[in-house]
């Protein structure tokens, strides 16, 4: 699955915020997706402890992998 660069914003507004953004993913492959509404995720991300590390490991990742990238264009730190 690709996803679009400007969506770390959107990400953290969903996940920190509780903000709803309109979503669209782009496959390069065969793929299977589940989409809930926003109530049964906010349960399960509450309640199931599996479910809150799979999404804070991938949000992590990301950030990691975005702050390497910045850092290594040379932007500056805030």
């Known amino acids: 699955?690709?996803?679009?660069?400007?969506?770390?914003?959107?990400?953290?507004?969903?996940?920190?915020?509780?903000?709803?953004?309109?979503?669209?993913a782009v496959v390069d492959q065969a793929t299977d997706a589940l989409v809930e509404p926003a109530p049964v995720f906010t349960r399960l991300f509450d309640t199931e402890p599996?479910?809150?590390?799979?999404?804070?490991d991938l949000f992590s990742n990301r950030l990691a992998d975005r702050t390497a990238k910045a850092l290594a264009a040379g932007r500056p730190r805030h």
Request: with cysteine; proline share 3%.
């Open 1 to 24: 699955m690709r996803i679009t660069e400007d969506l770390d914003g959107i990400y953290s507004g969903i996940i920190i915020g509780g903000n709803c953004y309109p979503a669209e």
């Open 50 to 56: 599996a479910v809150r590390q799979v999404v804070m």
